[in-house]
């Protein structure tokens, strides 16, 4: 059986589609000459593995007329990946939804996937998802648990949303035990209890925005004696798997020197990998190291550079930081600073614009 198309909710950009091509009724015959459709998919499931997409999307064409649900559900697999035929997003939907109606789980939420990334119909999407998630799917669970979490398609229910995550955190998702534990350290759904959100985030101690959250924890002293060095090492984990708020709070320790030896050059090194990621605490703080000359030479260009992109996205204190220089720099000065703020946001296509 193919793999059921697993999507990161909401990340999807859309891609165009066009007509299916035609196939004769001789190509059916010549290949698959059996009546069965159960047959006639396995035989489908063989050309696939060797690669023959063309007759594989024939075959499962021909058992999904017969009303076989797993091959209506690779059928629209096919037509979504554009694999021996051409992509087409509608003919996709169409064979997902005949086999979700025959209450194939797989299909079930390979249909509630088109819906939330394609056609941003949340509603149907979380209808979908509700149904996949009874019968046990649980990457369905937890895109429930997003959804009650953000709104989107269902009322925002916080007690709700804890209850699905719990649900897919108890069948091994393990990017649910990272809500749970902001949860429960924000009292979202729940009584607030640090406790039991630091032990939801040593569950899944490997997962990058639990490693962050830890790390924070232990700079912060919120429900553990505050230790510097457990926060260094928790922000280091995540910092190296490029988690840009992991790469700010370790900067901010050798900026600081607590849990670490103060070492401005570390601490311009893990803002700027941040500030890359257009982290905008980051930029900030890496704009105020250039005005200062701390780990770097100092630059009031690259400092006003830095600092008005991190003004971009709203942050106050870089407001504060920017009008201070613009009556630093000079009128020459500041015309290159904009030039490199064009140039940074057509680089990076205008994201933190």
Known sequence: MLSRIILCMLFFFLIGCSSTP?????????????????????????????????VAAIGYQKAAEKGLAIAQNNLGFM???????????????????KAAENGLTDAQYNLAQMYADIEQDFKQAYFWYKKAATQGE??????????????????????????????????????????????????????????????????????????YELGFMYYSGEGVKQDFNKAEKWFRKAAKQEHPS???????????????????????????????????????????MYYKGEGVRRNLILAYQWVSLAVTQGSEKAIKGRDFLIKELSMKQLIEGERLIRKWNKRHNSQFM
Not at 31 to 47: L, V
Not at 265 to 286: D, P, S
């Open 79 to 97: 037509y979504y990946e554009g694999k021996g035929v051409y992509k087409d997003f509608t003919q996709a939907k169409k064979w997902f939804k």
């Open 246 to 288: 992991a790469q700010t709070g370790l900067s901010q320790l050798y900026y600081e020197g607590k849990g670490v030896k103060q070492n401005f050059t570390e601490a311009v090194y893990w803002a700027r990998l941040a500030a890359k990621q257009g982290h905008a605490g980051a930029q900030n703080n890496l704009g105020m």
């Open 138 to 211: 649980v990457n369905a669970l937890f895109n429930l648990g997003l959804m009650s979490y953000t709104g989107k398609g269902t009322p925002q229910n916080f007690a709700q949303a804890k209850r699905w995550f719990q649900d897919a955190a108890n069948k091994g998702d393990t990017t649910a035990p990272v809500y749970l534990g902001k949860m429960y350290l924000k009292g979202e759904g729940t009584n607030r209890d640090l406790d039991k959100a630091q032990q939801w985030f040593a569950k899944v101690e490997n997962d990058p925005d639990a490693q």
């Open 22 to 54: 035609v196939r004769t009724k001789t190509n059916v015959v010549n290949y698959f000459p059996n009546n069965d459709a159960e047959i006639i998919f396995n035989q489908a499931k063989e050309y696939y593995a060797k690669g023959n997409f063309k």
